[in-house]
């Protein structure tokens, strides 16, 4: 079975300043889709930004970036500028080609300091 | 407005009833989702359906029942059967293509007393 590790319960980090958030996955399949999502204090999930395996370039959104190895199967995303909006819990999800099920990460809980 | 619905909110219910929760959309996506998510874990599947009066169980189906009478509506019974049903649930919906994405609705904390 496909799992999805968040190593880091927490993390935080200065307003405007970098951080990563760390996610390793395990699976046997070669054609995935991996996700980050973030969650707010309001609790609506977000997607915010997705990468196919397939592709080799790493996805890009704006500020938010990843780090995708494919064969160390890890999936980090950078935050640059960080911004107090940013604060939230972050999830990483893998999803397998075909398949209908998101399998979620335990969630990294991400602190802005002012 | 497009977009999914979760109604209500916050509900409440004592031990040994039945309760359901609501899930609609107007996104016009064939397949839909419940998530339940508990503190320190992320979300868990438990029931899922990819097109009208058909649905899968998930990881976590045990205790749960839904319906999948019409495309907009989703609704999820949490049973008497369900050991620990405290928890927030989640309602997604995708267009159901190979590609897709899962659009999540605002969510429902249910409380069992």
């Known amino acids: 079975a496909q799992t999805v590790t968040q190593s880091q319960p927490e993390m935080s980090v200065q307003e405007a300043e970098t951080v990563t958030l760390s996610c390793t996955y395990d699976t046997s399949e070669s054609d995935y889709y991996l996700f980050w999502y973030k969650q707010p204090p309001s609790r609506q999930m977000i997607l915010v930004i997705r990468?196919?395996?397939?592709?080799?370039q790493n996805a890009t959104e704006n500020r938010f970036s990843v780090n995708f190895q494919k064969a160390a199967k890890s999936f980090s995303l950078k935050i640059s500028d960080s911004q107090l909006g940013d604060a939230a819990m972050y999830f990483c999800?893998?999803?397998?080609?075909?398949?209908?099920?998101?399998?979620f990460g335990q969630g990294t809980r991400l602190t802005i300091n002012p | 407005d497009g977009g999914i619905t979760q109604s209500p909110k916050y509900l409440f219910r004592k031990e040994g009833q039945n309760v359901t929760l609501s899930c609609e959309q107007n996104l016009n996506h064939d397949a839909m989702y419940w998530y339940r998510q508990d503190p320190g874990q992320g979300l868990r599947l438990i029931y899922y359906?990819?097109?009208?009066?058909?649905?899968q169980k998930g990881d976590i189906a045990e205790g749960y029942s839904v319906s999948r009478e019409k495309k907009e509506s989703f609704p999820l019974t949490v049973t008497s059967a369900q050991k620990n049903p405290t928890a927030f649930y989640l309602c997604?919906?995708?267009?159901?293509?190979?590609?897709?994405?899962?659009?999540f609705g605002p969510g429902t904390r249910l409380t069992v007393l």
């Open positions: 990468q196919e395996a397939y592709k080799q």
């Open positions: 999800a893998y999803r397998r080609r075909g398949a209908q099920k998101l399998v």
């Open positions: 997604a919906t995708s267009t159901g293509t190979h590609n897709n994405e899962q659009f």
């Open positions: 359906s990819q097109i009208v009066n058909d649905f």
